[in-house]
T-cell receptor
Framework: GDSVTQMEGPVTLSEEAFLTINCTYT??????LFWYVQYPGEGLQLLLK?????DKGSNKGFEATYRKETTSFHLEKGSVQVSDSAVYFC?????????????FGKGTKLSVKP | DVKVTQSSRYLVKRTGEKVFLECVQD?????MFWYRQDPGLGLRLIYF???????EKGDIPEGYSVSREKKERFSLILESASTNQTSMYLC?????????????FGDGTRLSIL
């Protein structure tokens, strides 16, 4: 079945460091891909999405490119801030009869130190 | 903006009690979802609903039931609460267009079963 694998955390970086969180997926069909962020004590918020191959999603300085050939959707940011400390989830949409369902990775906790 | 409201942020109940978790969305979305979130396990789908009075089991439905009497409201019911149901519960909604639409999440209910 469909699945998402993302790098295990926690990831600890200094402010202004470069961030990469790896995400790979297995899916039938042509899913949409998402990154969600969860700040402490809150629910999940959509960070960015891509709906087809080679699409680049971007928001708040974060970017991810839908790579069909490597089945990947890695999250990147050039210069992280303390306020980026959160848990990040990669997800893909269900296909066919499961449209609307999302399959999530297990999350990667990011801590950014001043 | 879509607003998904969960009735309680924190809830403490006793073993054997019947527990109701309520979720309301204000954007006329057809699809609604209940997840539980546990450390190291990510988000796991309990139940979802594509329409009023309609429900589908997710990955871990045992010990839970749901009710969707009105389009905007989706309730999760713990029939007889047990300590292993202590968790963070997240509700989400999405329109019926399916696969490329993100899910919108509430802030979560942190449930403790004593």
């Amino acid at each position: 079945g469909d699945s998402v694998t993302q790098m295990e955390g926690p990831v600890t970086l200094s402010e202004e460091a470069f961030l990469t969180i790896n995400c790979t997926y297995t899916a039938t069909g042509y899913p949409s891909l998402f990154w969600y962020v969860q700040y402490p004590g809150e629910g999940l918020q959509l960070l960015l999405k891509a709906t087809k191959a080679d699409d680049k999603g971007s928001n708040k300085g974060f970017e991810a490119t839908y790579r069909k050939e490597t089945t990947s959707f890695h999250l990147e940011k050039g210069s992280v801030q303390v306020s980026d400390s959160a848990v990040y989830f990669c997800a893909l949409s269900g296909y066919g009869g499961s449209q609307g369902n999302l399959i999530f990775g297990k999350g990667t906790k990011l801590s950014v130190k001043p | 903006d879509v607003k998904v409201t969960q009735s309680s942020r924190y809830l403490v109940k006793r073993t054997g009690e019947k527990v109701f978790l309520e979720c309301v969305q204000d954007m006329d979305h057809e699809n609604m979802f209940w997840y539980r979130q546990d450390p190291g396990l990510g988000l796991r789908l309990i139940y979802f609903s594509y329409d009023v009075k309609m429900k589908e089991k997710g990955d871990i439905p045992e010990g839970y039931s749901v009710s969707r009497e009105k389009k905007e409201r989706f309730s999760l019911i713990l029939e007889s609460a047990s300590t292993n149901q202590t968790s963070m519960y997240l509700c989400a909604s999405t329109p019926s267009q399916g696969g490329n639409q993100p899910q919108h999440f509430g802030d979560g209910t942190r449930l403790s079963i004593l």
